[in-house]
């Protein structure tokens, strides 16, 4: 794999239409990601890997999206001292709830950031990378700034034909 400063995970290819959201906002903030499937339950010989190989590939944080039980993230977090960001996938019958709890109920000493369910996670768990990365990273720093200027102007825009 190539150097990439975000790693994504998931634990099923059918949580990609969600996660690529998360490389589309990645790519708009000019920041490398590659994406991958591993699963906790079914490969975790392949997490442990990856999560291993992860610095060496030049990976300085990791948005993990998982469904159900959704441990993928937990145990990305229990291999590696690198930031990691949970996205819950609202793939089973339970609508997302037991991946969302899943993912924000870690053990002290081995924390998931977590953000909201589905495809709005996805795009605040990238938002969130480039805010980690923009810490020593001027170039997505003024990236990021431009991106939260295009959201307000979203707004102004709306506002304006609401009002006009």
Do not use: C
């Amino acid at each position: 794999m190539a150097e990439r400063d975000v790693q994504i995970l998931m634990g099923s290819n059918s949580d990609a239409p969600v996660m690529r959201k998360a490389v589309d906002v990645l790519d708009t903030l000019g920041v490398s990601s590659h994406m991958t499937v591993a699963s906790a339950h079914r490969s975790p010989a392949r997490v442990q890997r990856i999560v291993e190989e992860a610095p060496g590939r030049g990976v300085r944080v990791f948005i993990v999206g998982a469904g159900a039980a959704a441990h993928l993230a937990g145990v990305v977090a229990a291999h590696s001292t690198l930031p990691v960001i949970g996205v819950p996938i609202d793939s089973s019958p339970l609508e997302g709830w037991d991946a969302l709890l899943a993912t924000v109920q870690m053990p002290p000493g081995v924390p998931v950031a977590t953000v909201s369910v589905g495809s709005a996670g996805a795009v605040n768990a990238a938002v969130l990378a480039a805010q980690i990365l923009a810490l020593s990273d001027a170039r997505v720093a003024e990236n990021l700034a431009a991106y939260k200027a295009g959201l307000a102007e979203k707004v102004e825009r709306a506002a304006a034909e609401l009002e006009g």
